[in-house]
């Protein structure tokens, strides 16, 4: 969402017609989940813009309503509250997702997954299965290290080398197959590539025989990506330049319905 402008009245309506203060709070928890969870009164105000006498106001509602709380050292962490609700938008975006994956599913013959970036792993909200009798599944709600995966490296090419190698770090980098990229470089080299070429291939590094390509999905509210994925003899090289173009343009329809805030997606 837009960053709050610095004006100090709560009680003013933005141009779009909106509450000020609801707007702001919302910022505001934004703005800890950009940090890491938990922030300073001081800290908001430096990145917000905003007054700390505001700040603190709005922060006391947060944490009345369960959405942050106020650790023992005196700064403020997202409160598990949000939980439920993350939990739920979850779920949410999986079905607004599965009429764009079963498209892909009817192009490409091909299994289709929607993933997101939660934390240091990957999670998959949503899945349309292909018709083949030989098809992958992977279980909705599946959490998986990104290293390993098409969805992973799609979403993960779009922060910085820095961010990932920390990423890579905490999360380590075990092999899933003799294929997987299990180097903090490796891993940064083929994450080049997906930058240079727009989308991630997994060539059997989370499962032997099995081929999956990914993109991500522009201007997500969350970092997501799209993938297909099926046996290594069917998402071939040649099948590769045939795929590709329909999940950009999937991943495309897919943002600009997201970014609706005046309807649900298809």
């Keep these: ?14 141009a779009g017609g909106g509450v000020q203060s609801l707007e702001r709070a919302f910022d505001l928890l934004e703005r800890m989940a950009d940090a890491g969870g938990e922030v300073g009164l001081s800290e908001l105000s430096a990145s ?8 603190h106001r709005l922060m006391r509602t947060l944490v009345t309503c369960g959405y942050v709380r106020q650790q023992p050292n005196r700064r403020y962490a997202l409160g598990p509250r ?10 949410l975006l999986g079905t ?16 289709a997954n929607m993933a997101l970036l939660d934390g240091d792993e990957i999670v998959y909200v949503a899945q349309v299965p292909s018709k083949h009798s030989m098809r992958m599944f992977t279980e ?15 979403l993960l090419a779009g922060f910085p080398d820095d961010e990932v190698r920390a990423l890579l770090h905490r999360t380590g980098m075990p092999a899933a197959t003799d294929r997987t990229i299990t180097t903090p470089d490796g891993f940064l080299a083929a994450l080049q590539d ?8 997994d060539d059997n590094e989370q499962e ?33 330049a045939t795929i590709v173009p329909v999940l950009r343009e ?3 329809e897919l943002s600009q319905a997201l970014s609706n805030p005046g309807g649900t997606p298809a």
């Design 1 to 14: 969402m837009p960053r709050s402008s610095a004006s100090t009245t709560d009680t003013a309506r933005p």
């Design 48 to 55: 917000s813009g905003l007054p700390l006498p505001t700040i």
């Design 82 to 91: 949000l939980i439920r609700l993350g939990e739920s938008a979850s779920r």
């Design 96 to 111: 607004w997702a599965r009429p764009y994956l079963a498209r892909l599913v009817e192009e490409t013959g091909e299994t």
């Design 140 to 154: 909705v709600g599946r959490r998986v290290l990104p290293h390993s995966t098409g969805v992973g490296k799609a």
């Design 194 to 201: 997906v930058r240079g070429q727009g989308y991630a291939v």
């Design 208 to 240: 032997i025989g099995v081929r999956c390509l990914a993109v991500p999905v522009p201007g997500s509210p969350t970092p997501a990506a799209v993938s297909i994925s099926g046996p290594a003899g069917r998402v071939t090289e040649a099948a590769t």
């Design 250 to 252: 999937v991943a495309a």
